[in-house]
């Protein structure tokens, strides 16, 4: 049984590039959250999509969006880049409730480098 | 914003010892509290969830949770140079949008001297 598949595991991108991150959640799970987690520091919540939609979002500028895909697949993307974008980016897949929630299941990452 | 606390550390502890780690937060509707354990470079690990008021232990790990103080904690017995990560505390709280998603704290680095 698979678990959550991010790719790539690695990037270095310029200043003012585009990025795109995917996620393939856990088999049997539909709601994909992304986090950012800077060196040092928990990791923070970016949005989450559940339905091909986002559900909500952290306190993240506009340059960061997302999107699903019907076979709940996600992807993260980032306009200009900034340096402080450098971070280590967390998928976590889990299964939609209103109630209670058993645990989000992370992906490996994507460490991004912006130079 | 809802808040999850946790001291930075290092905790450093012999090995055998007890590890005590603990976590304070700030959102009373919270329902699922979850630790994580993440080793340097990796991503986070569930090792322990808890849902109620009380005790929840899994072999050496032992979660605390106390909702009307607002408190969950995670002990770990006989601590081995392998438990040396960070730990991170994670409380599963409502948006406005009124679903639920995993607040994290800042981390707690545990070191195990042999």
């Known amino acids: 049984d698979a678990g959550v598949t991010q790719s790539p595991t690695h990037l270095i991108k310029t200043r003012g590039q585009q990025v795109t991150l995917r996620c393939s959640p856990k088999s049997g799970h539909d709601t994909v959250s992304w986090y950012q987690q800077a060196l040092g520091q928990g990791p923070q919540f970016i949005f989450q999509?559940?339905?091909?939609?986002?559900?909500q979002r952290g306190n993240f500028p506009d340059r960061f969006s997302g999107h699903q895909f019907p076979n709940y697949s996600s992807e993260l993307n980032v306009n200009a880049l900034l340096l402080g974008d450098s971070a280590l980016y967390l998928c976590?897949?889990?299964?939609?409730?209103?109630?209670?929630?058993?645990?989000?299941?992370f992906g490996s990452g994507t460490r991004l480098t912006v130079v | 914003q809802k808040e999850v606390e946790q001291n930075s550390g290092p905790l450093s502890v012999p090995e055998g010892a007890i590890a005590s780690l603990n976590c304070t937060y700030s959102?009373?509707?919270?329902?699922?509290f979850f630790w994580y354990r993440q080793y340097s470079g990796k991503s986070p690990e569930l090792i322990m969830s808890?849902?109620?008021?009380g005790d929840k232990e899994d072999g050496r790990f032992t979660a605390q949770l106390n909702k009307a103080s607002q408190y969950v904690s995670l002990l770990i017995r006989d601590s081995q140079p392998s438990d040396s990560a960070t730990y991170l505390c994670?409380?599963?709280?409502?948006?406005?949008?009124?679903?639920?998603?995993?607040?994290f704290g800042s981390g707690t680095r545990l070191q195990v001297q042999p």
């Open positions: 808890i849902y109620s008021n």
């Open positions: 994670a409380v599963n709280a409502f948006m406005d949008t009124g679903r639920r998603a995993l607040t």
């Open positions: 999509y559940y339905e091909e939609e986002e559900r």
């Open positions: 959102d009373r509707g919270s329902q699922s």
């Open positions: 976590a897949s889990s299964l939609s409730s209103y109630n209670r929630n058993y645990g989000y299941t």
